[in-house]
């Protein structure tokens, strides 16, 4: 597996991360040690860099990770996040947001116990919070990396004027946010902020929520508890009319040997050497096709080819 460094920061990673989320979160629980031995094999072809929030389970994500890869300690990269509020269940997005700067410690606190580390890798706020000033934010995470709780500092889904001002309190490592062949915002002014800055990009949901391996269709049925289920652009309207994007893909992977998935993750990692996507997995011939990726590369009459057709194709169905 190829390494990337997250922008000026020498936080070095493996090109292509794992998103861990759907671990332990929304539509069909994973039985626990069957995932610690996916995770075990992940490490074995060479990812080093896990992506995971207290949010998700809410807090078993953090709890599997911690578990699965003490044995690694040292070896590997865990990002984890802040920013929602707690209820009786624990943080919720439904609940809000909080980025309160005593919030922010007590959330550190408790993922290097879940996670079973001295110091969070790479700490992001999960979402925005409109009633902290971003300067806070970045001075309570300053606070816990002089402290040795924290090495690396990270944003998720924020605009490029919050990534300025948190940048000049605390240097920001990554970005975090969507990114895809079909959803291109970050591109206008967040990917230029971060070129300028010399901050990495980890986009999630690199393949549309799965759309974009072409394996799903106008019969797929979604659980009540999966995201996608009511998610605009997995209607059946959506769904049939995005096709061409698949058609797309599926004719530059005939013509190099790969897959739809590995086409719109190949695009991804042609664009800036900085961008390290975060492909979710939990089944060993997925992980292995989102890895074959790193391999196939792109020529510059692929991107034209890519670029102008999606310039022509009008994406049905809004993100959320």
Known sequence: MEKRLLGKSGLEVSA???????????????????????????????????????????????????????????????ATKFGFKHDENGPSPRVGVDSRPEQIKRVADASLKRLRVEALDLFYQHRPDPNVPIEEVAGAVKDLIQAGKVKHFGLSESGADLIRRAHAVQPVTA????????????????????????????????????????KINETTSFDSSDLRSHNPRFSQEA???????????????????GTPAQIALAWLLVQKPWIVPIPGSRKLERLDENNGAVEIKLTADDLSEINKSMAAIKVVGDRY
Request: net charge negative; with cysteine.
């Open 239 to 257: 769904i049939k009319a995005n096709r061409v994007v698949i058609e797309l893909l599926e004719t530059i992977a005939t013509r190099l040997g």
């Open 175 to 214: 970005i975090q946010s969507e990114y895809s062949l079909w959803f291109r915002n970050v591109e206008e002014a967040v990917l230029p902020a971060c070129e300028e800055l010399g901050i990495g990009f980890v986009p999630y949901s690199p393949l549309g929520r799965g759309y974009l391996t072409g």
């Open 16 to 78: 292509m991360g794992l998103g861990c989320m759907r671990m332990s979160f929304g539509d069909t629980p994973t039985e626990k040690q069957e995932m610690i031995t996916f995770l075990h094999k992940a490490v074995d072809r060479g990812i080093t860099f896990f992506d995971t929030a207290e949010v998700y389970g809410p807090f078993t994500n953090e709890e599997l990770l911690g578990e699965a890869l003490l044995p690694f300690k040292g070896k590997v990269i865990i």
